[in-house]
């Protein structure tokens, strides 16, 4: 199937910009469908292309207007048709991350609202594939999706001030690790001891849209070592 044929709605933003919302049977599907126009913009980005920032479910085109309207974007958009992947990313980022370490430790509070063991939480989180839906907040911070139901969990009612660097963590059904020092609702499983935002990078965002995740198990020891490497 086509991506055009997945979207759902367009939508106008501002004098320069249209919106376009796509269908799908779920988030993922409609994440692959909006990273599917993305890469293709990207690959082959139209004179009149300004910025194509991808979300959830929707990407918002921003155009020049001295050189197109939005009938020529759309045409273009019309004409581009990129082919539905199989949703499968092209890239995969393997995330260690050192589980109740002290400065981000909430899951006493996780296993309360789950009823499931540490061991169990754990367990799901490391056998969960992600997929980066949006990426926004703060720099680099990727929002990850979809948790089992299992480990869907609020917010919390406090949020904290200061949420660590490195802080990995569920809100409902998704995951994100905070990539500097930042207020933060969201539960904390742990701290990763990766970089995900280097501004002297020529990519600085170590997470794009439309990649995976997966999330691995290290001890004290372990994440001390990748630190200070």
């Known amino acids: 199937m086509q991506v055009f044929d997945k979207v759902r709605h367009i939508a106008f933003a501002g004098m320069d910009g249209l919106i376009l919302y796509f269908d799908g049977k779920d988030v993922t599907q409609m994440n692959a469908a909006v990273s599917a126009y993305h890469l293709a913009l990207k690959a082959n980005p139209p004179i009149w292309l300004k910025e194509a920032i991808p979300s959830y479910d929707s990407l918002l085109i921003l155009f020049d207007a001295k050189i197109t309207d939005s009938h020529g974007v759309y045409r273009l958009l019309r004409q581009l048709q990129p082919q539905m992947s199989s949703g499968k990313s092209l890239r995969r980022h393997r995330i260690p991350v050192w589980y109740g370490a002290p400065e981000a430790n909430d899951l006493d509070e996780v296993a309360s609202h ?6 169990e939480i754990i367990a799901l989180h490391t056998a969960t594939v992600y997929r980066v839906f949006a990426v926004g907040f703060a720099p680099g911070f990727a929002y990850l999706g979809e948790s089992p139901e299992r480990l869907s969990v609020p917010r919390r009612k406090t ?3 200061k949420v660590p660097a490195g802080a990995v ?4 059904r998704q995951a994100a ?3 500097q020092v930042s207020p933060g609702g969201w539960q904390l499983l742990g701290l990763s001891p ?4 280097d501004p002297a990078s020529a990519q600085p965002a170590l997470l794009q849209t ?6 691995y198990e290290i001890d004290e020891r372990e994440y001390l070592e990748q630190v200070k490497a």
Do not use: H, I, K, Q
């Not at 789950?114 to 061991?119: C, D, K």
């Not at 963590?169 to 409902?172: E, G």
């Not at 990766?194 to 935002?197: A, E, Q, S």
């Not at 439309?210 to 999330?215: A, L, M, P, S, T």
């Open 114 to 119: 789950t009823g499931l063991a540490v061991s």
């Open 169 to 172: 963590a569920l809100a409902d």
């Open 177 to 179: 690790v905070y990539p």
């Open 159 to 161: 949020p904290r001030t």
């Open 210 to 215: 439309g990649d995976e995740v997966e999330f």
């Open 194 to 197: 990766l970089t995900l935002f």
